[in-house]
């Protein structure tokens, strides 16, 4: 058997995972508090959803989706984003009935069969909102702010961070600038590779993410979307600066932004964080008016962002922030001897059922290894039960800070503890 995680995954372990408790938690406090309410889609949908919301001719759904036949000879997909499933079941329970809105947040893994390298994983885990409903700019603005406020809450410093914004315009003015790129792409096709020059034919505006060094040097002299947007996208845009501009929210305005997905419309945005390399882009998001209709649900517009955790704990990482690890243990009662092994059983038990997170030795530790335990384990306080004490109904509080010993009673032996903690 092949006893490693497969290619692009990686174990969560209990440090790793602490992380991701703790940035769980920060979100649904801060995301909270801008009105947004949890909501838990399947791994996997019917593959058209991811297909018809993502489009064809993207990376995602031309090279990147895990799809399996069912037992039944269904088409499944393992979600490679949260957007299209959170579309798809507001749609299903009519979640946003006409001129209503919701605001909704998930957590969870996602899964993309991409070249795994330092930030880019197969499976990784990603933390997104969604608001649902309103078309108006603010909620652009509202959406962008709460995600940097996020990445502010969990300690990544904001010169570490660059926050980029864009409009993709819309269906009445996106399709003719799609045309000129892909004209352009075609009349420098002598500096582009193959895949760009491909891409005139399905996907031009996929050409401004191409890594290729020639093909960015070249495509910076592209025709930019924000001289040709319609003039309600130009207000649109407009507006959303004026927002962002007046809460003091720092932007570059980064008109090569275009981001994989065919829904966006209108906004896109993406803050990316020193210290990663190439895979740089903490978390993103965008505008997405029309994918609600291409379900043949009825118009809805909406936008959201998504980030990653590996990347976003990277950002923290190379800025030298630690993630809390809180103590795995508050108190650590130790045995003298055999003879009183119950009394210490019961008293954890009696601790625990107190709210006290208590630990005990269950592998005939000596005394000695037992403090050595719960130093490992930072516990605050020993309580040592021996023979004497336990004859007396005591018990023995060491403070691991002060190293300061009191004897106590077993019986409120729990307020001791709480008073030593503080
Ligand atoms: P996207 O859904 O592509 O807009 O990505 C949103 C965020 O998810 C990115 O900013 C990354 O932080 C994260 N992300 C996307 N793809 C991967 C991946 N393959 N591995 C790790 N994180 C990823």
């Known amino acids: 058997m092949n006893a490693r995680a497969p290619k692009g995954t990686a174990d969560m372990l209990p440090g790793v995972a602490r992380a991701w408790e703790h940035m769980t938690r920060v979100a649904q406090d801060l995301f909270a ?8 889609t399947p791994l996997f949908e019917h593959t058209e959803v991811f297909t018809r919301g993502i489009g064809e001719a993207t990376d995602i759904v031309a090279k990147e989706m ?8 269904r088409s499944l997909t393992l979600r490679p984003e949260g957007t299209a499933s959170v579309v798809r079941a507001t749609l299903e329970h ?3 009935p006409q001129g209503s809105s919701a605001k909704l947040y998930y957590a969870g893994p996602m899964f993309r069969y991409e070249r795994p390298q330092k930030g880019r994983m197969r499976q990784f885990w990603q933390i997104g909102v969604e608001a649902l409903g309103s078309a108006e700019a603010s909620v652009d603005a509202e959406v962008i702010t709460l995600l ?16 980029l914004v864009n409009s993709m315009g819309d269906e009445a003015c996106r399709p003719a600038y799609r045309d000129t790129v892909a004209a352009f792409i075609r009349g420098h096709a002598a500096d582009l590779c193959d ?6 034919d399905t996907n031009p505006l996929r050409a401004f993410d191409c890594k290729n060094p020639g093909c960015a040097a070249t495509m910076a002299d ?10 309600e996208c130009a207000a649109h845009y407009a507006a959303v600066k004026v927002h962002l501009d007046a809460l003091g929210i720092a932007y570059i305005e980064e008109p090569k932004l275009v981001r994989g997905l065919d829904y966006y419309t209108r906004t896109v945005f993406e803050i990316q ?31 959201g962002f998504a980030l990653g955790f590996e990347r976003t704990l990277l950002a923290l990482e190379s800025a030298g922030v630690e993630t809390p690890a809180p103590a795995r243990a508050d108190v650590y009662v130790a045995r003298v001897d055999d003879s009183v092994s119950e009394a210490v059983f019961g008293l954890v038990q009696a601790l625990r059922d107190d709210g006290i997170a208590a630990e005990m030795d269950h592998q005939a530790r000596s005394l000695k290894s037992q403090f050595k335990q719960a130093d490992r384990l930072g516990t605050r306080v020993v309580l040592v039960l021996g023979p004497d004490e ?21 019986a409120t032996a729990a307020e001791a503890v709480r008073a030593t903690l503080g």
């Open 33 to 40: 508090r801008y009105g947004y309410e949890p909501i838990y």
């Open 66 to 73: 895990y799809t399996f036949e069912d037992k039944a000879g």
């Open 94 to 96: 009519t979640l946003v």
């Open 148 to 163: 940097v406020r996020y990445f502010e809450a969990l300690g990544v410093p904001g010169e570490r961070m660059t926050l």
């Open 195 to 200: 895949e760009c020059k491909r891409r005139a």
């Open 222 to 231: 592209a025709p930019v979307l924000r001289d040709e947007l319609c003039d």
């Open 273 to 303: 964080a020193e210290g990663l390399g190439s895979q740089n882009a903490i978390g993103g998001g965008g505008r997405y008016d029309r994918l609600m209709q291409e379900y043949g649900g009825p118009a809805t517009p909406g936008l």
């Open 390 to 410: 336990f004859a007396a109904g005591e018990v023995t509080l060491r403070d691991m800070n002060t190293k300061e010993e009191t004897r106590v009673e077993i």
